[in-house]
């Protein structure tokens, strides 16, 4: 008798359920649903307009992804409820809700509807940077390198301390009627079984939290704000249960609105790029596993715990248990190729796109791979959306170098794409250095399987062969992997991620392998980029928060 488990992946703006075969891994469904509320980044719901650097979200739009998806891959499979045994959960990360102690998020709550600080702070909220300036002077004042230095020197501002801090700051009365700070994965999880658990994934890299020396002292939290100083204790306060465990079962509540069946095992909470190394077969160190969406996260795993500057952290067990893994990442991908589509593709553009019957990506893809390497005479530095590793710093901005009146839109976007890649080479040779090795790279994400011509500017910029997953839901895929092993043996999954993983987890047959012409070029072109990463990124940084601040003054006043 076959048995099945539901991986759900939650995205930046739309939540994807696959049900998934144990035995073969076959994805038999998929549903997605996109967010009503999509990312809050110019107003509430009620009009009550942001601030600039704001995304926030809606979690009544997660509940309808669990009672809109699960229904529907149930359905359009044909299977009983009673064959699927386990259900996995992954979200994007750092995206906290303030909650009351029952679970009730503050922004389901009436007085609370027009309060921006109530609703989900999404990863991508970029206000808190002055708080995450503060918080690294301040830990590094207090020689706090212990714990600063797992996190490559620096902690982030899309990272779960400064945008408390920020709540703090802006919004106290919020603060103080907030029981708990919960990440996304970890409430959903809650909504299914009933039971309040905190994943080591989320915990550990976004929350400064190790396994052996747990958080830092109050004493440094007291010294970013008297406030603060019993922040883990009042608000952060769950014991923090490792991945590939069980978080609990499909209660009553969940069983009726998604239609599984009182009892199913899920697993639980992760995060949605972490979770990926089962679905792609990754089982060890020195296999670089590249997630390329909206954003990128860059990770892989070791037997030691090295201490590598710049990167978004390296925590034990905090990808898959046994190894330490490391985490870093660029903040925006796709989201540039989201902005230069929407905003600088001329109409003419996509009338011819129309015309050939495709998308405006696949129209630009296509006249930009026409070009030869170099042949557009720019570089760009991928900073759209700020630079997440090895800079960690969301007030840089983009920058295209070369522009002349001839110019095309397939030349700039070509350029982007490149961009995107020599980011990548940056944190590839930034762990080399630092005793992390990378001997083989592995992609997956929507963009990965989207974009050929982007996989093989990444094979020519890192002179690597780049592996691809065989699924294009990579993290759903992995979160029903995660769910096989929830459900344990006993019930007809696994006990082991890894053995999940070989049985479940898939490659696609394609592999991308350097072109020796255009690696020649690209080397050429990636000391350029170096150039201007070093400039613009450490010498003359505060020129791109100086035009930050005017814009500020000039939008405020
Ligand atoms: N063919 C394409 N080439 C490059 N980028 C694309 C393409 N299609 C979509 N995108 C971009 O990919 C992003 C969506 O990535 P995806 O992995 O599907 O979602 P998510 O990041 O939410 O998990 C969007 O920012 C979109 O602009
Ligand atoms: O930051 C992380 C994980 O650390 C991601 O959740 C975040 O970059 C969002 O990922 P997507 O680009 O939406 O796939």
Avoid at 260 to 281: E, N, Q, R
Avoid at 488 to 498: E, T
Wanted: aromatic share 10%.
């Amino acid at each position: 008798m076959s048995k099945y488990t539901i991986g759900i992946d939650f995205g930046t703006l739309s939540g994807r359920a696959i049900l998934v075969d144990v035995n073969t891994g076959e994805e038999l469904a998929i549903s997605t649903l996109e967010y009503k509320h999509a990312v809050m980044d110019n107003s509430l719901p009620s009009g009550k307009k942001l601030p600039r650097d704001w995304a926030l979200q809606h979690p009544k739009d997660y509940l309808d992804v669990l009672s809109t998806t699960i229904p529907n891959v149930i359905g359009e499979a044909g299977v009983s409820p009673d064959d699927i045994i386990g259900i996995g959960i992954d979200f994007t990360a750092c995206t906290i809700i303030p909650i009351k102690s029952d679970g009730t998020p503050l922004c389901f709550l009436n007085e609370y509807k027009d309060e921006p600080h109530a609703y989900v702070k999404l990863w991508k909220h970029h206000a808190a940077q002055d708080k995450a300036d503060q918080l690294n002077e301040i830990a590094l004042k207090m020689d706090q390198q212990k714990w600063l230095d797992r996190y490559g020197g620096k902690i982030s501002s899309e990272w779960l301390f400064p945008k408390v801090w920020q709540i703090l700051d802006e919004a106290p009365h919020i603060y103080e009627e907030t029981d708990y700070f919960i990440e996304a994965a970890d409430w959903v999880v809650w909504q299914l079984t009933g039971n309040h658990t905190r994943n080591a994934c989320t915990a550990g890299y976004k929350a400064i939290w190790h396994k052996q020396d747990g958080y830092p002292d109050p004493e440094f939290f007291k010294e970013l704000d008297p406030r603060l100083e019993n922040v883990v204790e009042e608000k952060l306060n769950m014991p923090i249960t490792p991945l590939g465990e069980k978080a609990g079962e499909i209660t009553e509540r969940a069983a009726d609105m998604t239609g599984l069946t009182v009892g199913t095992a899920v697993a639980i909470g992760h995060a949605d790029a972490h979770v990926c190394f089962p679905a792609l077969k990754i089982d060890g160190p020195g296999k670089m596993l590249n997630i390329i969406g909206t954003s990128s996260c860059h990770l892989i795993l070791s037997e030691e715990e090295q201490l590598v500057p710049g990167i978004c952290g390296v925590v034990e067990d905090g990808i898959c248990p046994g190894f330490y893994g490391y985490e870093a990442g660029q903040n925006c991908v796709g989201d540039t190729f989201g902005w230069f589509v929407d905003n600088c593709v001329s109409a003419e553009y996509y009338k011819l796109a129309h015309h050939e019957e495709i998308g405006i990506y696949e129209y630009l893809t296509r006249k930009a791979q026409q070009l030869h390497a170099g042949e557009n005479g720019l570089v760009a530095l991928d900073w759209w959306n700020g630079n997440r590793s090895t800079l960690v710093d969301v007030d840089l901005t983009g920058l295209i170098v070369g522009m002349t009146l001839q110019t095309k839109p397939e030349e700039i976007y070509r350029a982007l794409l490149e961009s995107a890649a020599y980011g990548t080479r940056k944190i590839v040779e930034t762990f080399r250095d630092n005793g992390v090795p990378v001997n083989e790279f592995f992609a997956a994400g929507g963009i990965a399987r989207k974009n050929s011509l982007m996989m093989q500017i990444y094979a020519d910029v890192l002179d690597m062969p780049v592996k691809i997953g065989g699924s294009s839901q990579a993290p759903a895929l992995a979160s029903a992997i995660f769910g096989a092993v929830a459900a344990g043996s006993d019930r007809g999954g696994y006990d082991d991620v890894f053995e999940a993983g070989k049985v479940m987890g898939k490659l696609d047959d394609k592999v991308y392998y350097p072109i020796p012409e255009n690696k020649e070029i690209y080397d050429r072109l990636y000391s350029e980029y170096s150039a201007l990463y070093d400039h613009f990124g450490k010498y003359t940084r505060d020129t791109m928060k100086r035009l930050k601040t005017i814009r500020k003054e000039q939008t405020t006043s």
